[in-house]
């Protein structure tokens, strides 16, 4: 049987982060994705690629839950933008409801490119109600500094006390994206359980054209941790992933460039077929 994967998030109307994301990156892992949409982001290049969250009515959100949710549960879930208290709330209802494992929690807290956090409040709602429930959550640096109190980390010591700071808030792991803010000279990605530490390292790329990585990455701890993958294995396999479609990011407008999704699965049968 396929593997059935969900992801409640909002949409990119650029197809690179989000859901469009989210179902590619299951699709390329060879699982069958649903998805429960709740925003759309929209992306104005007559404004300087300015953004626009649009929130999706929470009556609606619950409605495509109530769809997906028609066949039982589901082998894993991951959630990112969320756009209303509400919507946390039913999410949570339905993961409760259906007695959900194998849930990734995305703490999406702005838009790449952007600065403002998405509805302060919504934040606090997320880690209220569904950290707790998360078989892992894989906030970037910003998000981890804002979830552990601990404002800008800049160093690996200063991201094992915020992963120790997040785990209190509920999740099982915790993986902290390090990516260049760290300015180092590798992609240093650290998982922690509550009890050991593992750091995750990776050539880091000199390039723009990495929008939806975070999503990607999410997705792809959801799908390993639906195939059977323990936890730290589904990290492991998610950085790989990602980089390769890091390295092989395609250029899609003048603003912006995507990861390549099908990179990975590229690589991997050129290198089988030899």
Known sequence: MIKKVLTVAGSDSSGGAGIQADLKTFEEYGTFGFSALTSIVTMDPDEGWSHLVTPIAAELVE??????????????????????????EITRAYIDKFAMNNIVIDPVMAC????????????????????????ITTPNLVEAGI????????????MKEAAKKIIDLGPKNVVIKGGHRLKVDKAIDLFYDGNKFT??????????????????????????????????????????FVSAAIKNGQKINP????????????????????
């Open 63 to 88: 409605k495509q839950l109530k769809t997906i949710f028609a066949g039982g549960a589901l082998d894993a879930m991951k959630t990112g933008m969320l756009g209303t208290i509400e919507a946390i």
């Open 112 to 135: 790449k490119g952007t600065s403002e956090l998405l509805q302060p409040e919504n934040v606090a709602a997320m880690t209220r109600l569904l950290l707790s429930k998360a078989t």
């Open 147 to 158: 979830l552990s109190g601990l404002g800008d980390l800049t160093s690996v010591n200063q």
């Open 199 to 240: 750091i995750f390292e990776d050539e880091l790329f000199s390039t723009d054209y990495n929008h939806g990585a975070g999503c990607t990455f999410a997705a792809a701890v959801t799908a390993g941790l639906a195939k059977g993958y323990s936890v730290v294995e589904a990290v492991a396999l998610a950085k790989q």
């Open 255 to 274: 603003f912006l460039g995507h990861v390549w999704h099908g990179a990975y699965n590229q690589a991997e049968s050129r290198m089988n077929n030899k």
